[in-house]
């Protein structure tokens, strides 16, 4: 054994515990916390060190058992057990049938059951003739005064824990009934189940601890220079710890906001600059928002389950805003006030209910329309669902920045504009074209493509003037502009990435060169 060696790469923890303690004395955690004044990190970084020099070993693992008490445990300490609770109700009241005792004490139908169920084996309670629970007479029994005895124990214990060593044998019995490892939302106690490693130094310990002695190495040399130590003078009569300047100096990290996050940051920076307001929605919407306040017929394909995610519990909505349902069933079924024939269908006022995962960021703009000054601008960046192969492109799941301008003097030109400064000044493409598009909610409707270095042409997002069957049952008569750009898109070009999935990559050392591209 390199002695010399050793000594050198000694951590002053290490050296404290070497020369506190002979070779075979058992050590643990606890011990090093009470006698060298360890913090628990400490002490077991300290055994880590060692074990890995070959100068401590492990003797021993000693399992032990803590029950810590929950909120509910506390609340029965306070209040009184659900048992303890029922059996002083009845013994006041007189008997009751068990959904008044569950009414009466704000009590769930199957914990007074459960407590009944108990009670009524030990002969506490039982039903009489009118099929009421009532008192029998009996006391409660044993188990109660011990439950109310460990209650207190938990209350008063530190931190709440409670050794099961210090429990007796009718304690113990009573506590598996009241304690579990997982999930104990409904239970009083948590079982923490935990082991103590002890350990020993080793025979070659203590050669090192002669060694230590004999340099007058004790631990306390100092490591590291403060001002307080420059200016009290300490370290002129201070025994300094070796230092290698050969070692490389720790790599720091600070801690900095996600490229994409950014990226949608200065988004919203932009559009509040030319005076929208942001506009925000639930992630679960009805078919309603989502599709049939945007004139989308409820036969339309884009509503296939293939398309939308359901919602499986609740599947639908109580009910529709008054006066929009109406007002939209009536544009559906045959144009109502809008001057349109409408779909000419019978508009299902069931199936309009049915809950899904936000399909589409225009959902936003639906919303808006009902509350939204003439003239006005808004503006949301929404994340929707939709079934669809993933790809460089494609998402299962994506942002979208949704936007609508209202006034009388909107028009398609002041559109081509807004859809410029996504394609150009946001997105920072150089060759962009517009292309005719359809969607059932604008006329005239048009998409904005821009081209990828390396993915070629692709589609920004679409856009358009909503139709009056939109816009009227919102109860707006003027122009509205809209808009929906797939803001992912438009990170992938910015941030000159060359596929969507690098934007929620897992790979932290490409987040952060990322970063260094903004």
Known sequence: MDTA?????LHPLEIKVLRAYKAGVELTSAK???????????ANQAFSWLGGKGLVAEVRREPYTHYEITDIGRSYAENGTIEERI??????????????????????????????????????????AEKKAACTGKELPARIVTTNAILKKGLEAKDGLIDSASLSEDEKAVMATLAK????????????????????????????????????????????????????????????????????????????TSAYVSFLESVKDKLCSLGFEEFDGPLVET????????????????????????????THAKSIEEPFLSNVAAVHRDGGNTGSRGWNYNFDEHFTK???????????????????????????????FRYDKVDATHLSDFYQTEGIVLGEEANLKTLLGFLEMFAVEIAGATDVKY????????????????KHPVLGWFELGGAGIFRPEVT?????????????????RMALMALKLNDLRELFSSDIEQVRLRKAKI
């Open 5 to 9: 060696a050793i000594i050198k790469n």
């Open 32 to 42: 090093l916390q009470a006698e060298l004044e360890y913090k628990e990190g400490h």
């Open 87 to 128: 059996y002083n109700f009845l013994k006041e009241k007189g008997p009751h049938a068990l959904p008044e005792i569950a009414k009466a004490l704000n009590i769930e139908n199957k914990d007074v059951g459960s407590a009944f169920g108990s009670f009524s084996k030990e002969g506490v309670l039982a039903m009489d």
């Open 181 to 256: 490892k997982r999930g104990v939302s409904d239970f009083a106690f948590r079982v923490i189940e935990r082991e103590v490693v002890v350990y020993a130094l080793t025979k070659d310990a203590e050669e090192v601890a002669v060694a230590l002695e004999t340099a007058g190495v004790t631990g306390d040399e100092i490591g590291s220079i403060t001002s307080k130590i420059l200016t009290s003078g300490e370290w002129k009569n201070a025994a300094f710890r070796g230092y290698n300047i050969a070692i490389p100096p720790a790599r720091i990290i600070p801690g900095r």
């Open 287 to 314: 078919e309603f928002w989502d599709c049939d306040a945007l004139f989308m017929p409820q036969f339309h394909a884009a509503r296939d389950i293939h398309d939308v995610y359901a919602i499986k519990n609740p």
């Open 354 to 384: 049915h809950l899904i995962l936000r399909s589409q960021g225009t959902v936003l703009s639906a919303h808006q329309l009902a509350k939204a000054k003439v003239p006005g601008k808004y503006f949301g960046i929404a994340r929707c």
């Open 435 to 450: 292309v005719p598009g359809y969607f059932p909610f604008t006329e005239p409707s048009v998409e904005v493509h821009i």
């Open 472 to 488: 009227k049952p919102m109860g707006v008569d003027v122009p509205v502009l809209a808009w929906g750009i797939g803001i992912d």
